[in-house]
């Protein structure tokens, strides 16, 4: 579900920086939404690799102590399959993770912009030297 801001235009400098900062703070709070989900998704993969792990385990003990050969072969097959898909697991849980920490960093630069924004709005404006105007990195 997202939710539509009704945008309006400011009326002055300080309310431009106000409203740039507001926006800042709510990009802040959705990446460590995201920063969270992406935890919650790594941790959710690590339990799994550790279970496919336990099923990889169990699945080559049935291949070592199981009935038929059918059995034994079927069992040592599905372990085999089960302890990549655990490595595969890991794998994705460590990328969750990275992206967990990724978005945590936004968050941070975004409530960092936000505190400038907001600062700025309560000074005055800056001249640039030389009537020349700054080189900035975008949004």
């Known amino acids: 579900m997202t939710t539509q801001r009704k945008v309006?235009?400011?009326?002055?400098?300080?309310?431009?920086?106000e409203d740039?900062?507001?926006?800042?703070?709510?990009?802040?709070?959705?990446?460590?939404?995201?920063?969270e989900a992406y935890a919650a998704l790594a941790e959710?993969?690590?339990q799994r690799a550790q279970a496919l792990r336990v099923?990889?385990?169990?699945?080559?003990?049935?291949?070592?102590?199981g009935g038929s050969e059918y059995?034994?072969?079927w069992a040592w097959?599905?372990?085999?399959?089960a302890?990549?898909?655990?490595?595969?697991?890991?794998?994705?849980s460590s990328l969750h993770e990275a992206q967990s920490r990724r978005a945590l960093a936004e968050a941070d630069r975004a409530?960092?912009?936000?505190?400038?924004?907001?600062?700025?709005?309560?000074?005055a404006p800056l001249e640039s030297p030389a009537g020349r105007l700054p080189r900035g990195k975008g949004a």
Do not use: F, I, Y
Request: hydrophobic letters at 35%.
């Open 8 to 17: 309006r235009v400011p009326d002055s400098r300080e309310h431009a920086l």
């Open 20 to 35: 740039r900062a507001e926006a800042r703070r709510l990009e802040s709070q959705a990446s460590r939404a995201q920063s």
């Open 44 to 46: 959710a993969c690590s």
């Open 55 to 65: 099923v990889s385990l169990a699945d080559h003990a049935v291949a070592r102590l």
């Open 71 to 73: 059995e034994r072969s």
């Open 77 to 81: 097959h599905d372990g085999e399959r």
């Open 83 to 92: 302890g990549t898909h655990a490595e595969l697991m890991d794998r994705e």
């Open 111 to 123: 409530e960092a912009e936000a505190q400038v924004s907001s600062q700025k709005a309560h000074l």
